[in-house]
């Protein structure tokens, strides 16, 4: 998508000059925008209403009660596309120590129920935030067993799976049973390429998937494509420590992850899928 002046001119920005594609993700069109106040970071969606962005909008005002994240300038639609603008953050490097701080400050946060007041529907894997007393449930019911509904649909499973997965499932309300699990405010998609530092080396959370859960759902992300250093961990445990066991519980929320990527890429994540599910 090229985006016309006569586009551009419609934001409502001071003379907006050039827009440079950037990369954004598999989700949404990307622009670095030159701007008569400086840059700034578009984010578009062709022939969507402006409600495709009301999420990521949420998710960034919740998330900067306790850590940095990109200003909100403007969010709206034009000739029929969504469009999001957001601060544009020059990068540069910090302490992962502070980064885990910063996570901890975010799970500090709580509500009184899981969930989240808004749905995510961006994407192909939609994720329903209904509110819920009780954490195994929202998080079976509303995250794993739809992932796993989806993966049979595009014959993604087989019956050996489905009877793994039985088992995991039990053993996920057995291992949950007459634990204190608090609401605690999350990232919902915490991996490295979701932080940055600042240039002054701020600790910043961007791309948020926000809800209300178990804070051991976000730290099973950090877990599973690297990018983060033992140091992210000890500033984690310095402000907010894991209760005890949360290492053997880690893997039943890598499932989740695991599953959505068996989803949306296929059999390529069959075997680390099969892996965890085979722990039990």
Not at 4 to 16: I, N
Not at 108 to 115: K, S
């Amino acid at each position: 998508m090229t985006l016309s002046a006569d586009w551009l001119a419609q934001l409502p920005l001071p003379q907006v000059t050039a827009a440079t594609p950037v990369s954004g993700g598999d989700i949404n069109l990307a622009y670095r925008l030159t701007t008569a106040e400086g840059p700034a970071f578009l984010l578009v969606q062709p022939h969507t209403p402006a409600s495709f962005y009301s999420h990521e909008v949420a998710g960034l005002k919740a998330l900067g009660q306790a850590v940095n994240v990109p200003d909100v300038l403007a969010t709206g639609n034009i000739d029929g596309d969504a469009y999001l603008v957001l601060e544009f953050l020059e990068t540069g490097h910090g302490s992962q120590y502070e980064l885990g701080q910063a996570v901890a400050r975010v799970h500090r946060i709580t509500a009184p129920q899981f969930g989240f007041d808004q749905d995510n529907l961006v994407g192909k894997l939609p994720k329903h935030n209904t509110w819920q007393d009780d954490w195994t449930t929202f998080y079976l019911n509303q995250r794993l067993d739809p992932l796993v509904k989806r993966a049979q649909e595009h014959h993604l499973w087989n019956a050996n799976r489905q009877a793994a997965y039985d088992r995991v499932r039990q053993h996920i309300v057995t291992e949950n049973t007459g634990r204190k699990i608090v609401p605690s405010l999350l990232h919902g998609d915490l991996w490295s390429g979701n932080y940055l530092f600042t240039a002054d080396g701020t600790p910043t959370l961007i791309d948020p998937d926000v809800l209300y859960g178990d804070r051991e759902f976000d730290i099973a992300m950090t877990t599973i494509f690297g990018g983060f250093t033992a140091d992210f961990y000890r500033g984690y445990q310095d402000a907010y420590p894991f209760d005890p066991g949360y290492t053997d519980r880690l893997a039943h929320y890598q499932l989740y992850y695991l599953l959505a990527h068996l989803n949306l890429f296929g059999e390529t994540y069959g075997g680390a899928v099969d892996e965890v599910l085979s722990r039990g």
